[in-house]
């Protein structure tokens, strides 16, 4: 009884203090004005909460505060001032062009599938002739789209010297293996071949030997016939031998420079050598200056080099510095021969006969030299650009085809095409759309066994053309030779000896070589003489192979650059190519992230590869001897 009583005290007792805080709330609410929040959750429409979770979604952080909607107007009263909006977030599209040069928000965005006939380009009799017999009867897209406007139609335009309407400069970005060299090369040899007189008048600056020997010969097939002189200067050869090879007249100093020879294709530090410490080496005659692989380039600034070898193309302010850099006797006075327009006030502003009249020499006349930047890569960077002083940049993108497909069936046209700029300016690079890719996930204890099984179980190298495997360094890759010389020995000793028995041929290509023995060893891949060849990145830029129809990356590439330029060694000018990446467990995460933020992962396969997969299992006492004999190897 007792305690039945109390529970009732004790029930009365909440019910009076529930009503009492209800009663105290309802009077709060009477005095004071419904808050803002209460407000608004009354009237927000359903549609408005769902924008705000939405934009909630897209920031991916906390809810955002209610919106304040703005006061009613009384009659009588002041119209209310608009509330501040949360602006739209601004799109892709406008944060990729947001502060970027005209030039390149307006550049021309070619198809690659786009082609010409050459004999409808306009170039001369003897060119369409030479290019037909080089087997070249269709210009590719990067060719089509660029040698209009290097060889415009008026004859005026494509003069040696343009002191009064110089040419506008280009910048081209096109994939590996789409034709680069050719779309510079053809309009070099058409403009040059008017020339009477011999002059330096197109330098083309690369990263390496290799690739200045390989430009050359592009020069020399294209310009058969021509009786244009091409010359290299790479520091393979004494300096002396070059000055020979380069210099008409060095014993007099000559204000208009002397050459030998018409074209010269060299890397940038033996440039500098030249224009420093050879007597009448001058660029003031150049009509182009190409600088191929140029993201490479421009961030090799040692030496200075591109400052240096644009001031050269300029006229100087004194005479005395004209001839500052290549000869130091700057108190003789220089022989006034033939001097390029840019160059021509050099004369009234000579010491020894100082002028008060104005002549022509007086009139300001611009450098004729075309400037033209090459790159599958080339860097979008405003402060790499602006350091090359642009004269009025074209920009051609030829933007690969998938990447179009998709933009036009989401997009209106005009956006579709503005993807290839948006895809160069934020660094997306296109492949060639013949080539395949795929990664294997591995060890790393077991990779020289995947590598191997893709050599004898998906056909990777030996009959099916060359295969180039990239190692990290010029000691991996000798070390990855030897290992592949063990595993075929023991795979090739355990066959039978009616079978044929025949080895993966195997080669190193590093910076370790002498020059003379890459080239031999290249000209041995070429041939077919040797099935594998494994490399730095070296021959990763430029380096034209045309059978090589596998590339592995056996250590993965360290950014997207590299592996843009490594797995572009094959499926060149057309051709069908698979290219492989081997990534080991600990990297995988980053090596697909690398994709990813390239917008390139959906396009590289993953292969998976079971333990217990005949094949694989075949080859493992092979690998197991090879690896042995390697330990004593290293260990001796
Ligand atoms: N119009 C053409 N017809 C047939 N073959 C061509 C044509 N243009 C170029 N080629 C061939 O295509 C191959 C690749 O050309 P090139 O080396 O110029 O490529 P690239 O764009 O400079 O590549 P990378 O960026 O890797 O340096 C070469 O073997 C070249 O001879």
Redesign the pocket.
Known sequence: MERKKRRKERKEKKDGERKDKAGRERKRRRLSPPSEHEEEEKDKPDEDQDQVAEADADRGDKPAPPKRQPTPDLPGALPSFPLPRRPDAPSKLDLALQGLDSALANAEVVDPAVTRSVDDASLSEKMRRRLKEL??G???AV?TALLPFLLPSSPAQRALYMPYDPPRDACVS?P???????AYVIPIVEVLASRIVTRLRALVVLPTRDLVAQVRETFEAVGKGRGLKIATATGQHSFAHEQTQLMADRSKPLLGGSSKVDVLICTPGRLIDHLEGTPNFTLQHLRFLVIDEADRLLAQLFQDWLAKVLAATRPPSSLSSAFALSSPSSSVVPHADALAPAFASLLGLSPSSPSGLLTEFDEPKASSCQKLLFS?TLTRDPGKLAALALREPRYFVVAGERKRAQGAEEREEEAGKMDGVVDFVMEKFSVPETLEEHYLVTSAAQKPLALMYLVHARGVGADSGGVLVFAKSAEAVARLVKFVEFFEEARVDALPADTGRRRVSVKAYSSDLAPGERRAILEGFKARKIDMLVCSDLVA??M?I?HVEHVVSYDAPVDVRKYV?RV?RTA??GRKGCAWSLVEEQEARWFKEMLREADHLARVKHVRVRDEEKKWKELVPFNEAALKRLKETYSR
């Not at 590996?176 to 050719?182: A, I, N, P, R």
């Open positions: 087997g070249i269709e210009l590719f060719q096109a590996t293996g789409s034709g680069k060299t050719l599958a830029r430029g034209d045309s330029h572009g060149r000018a």
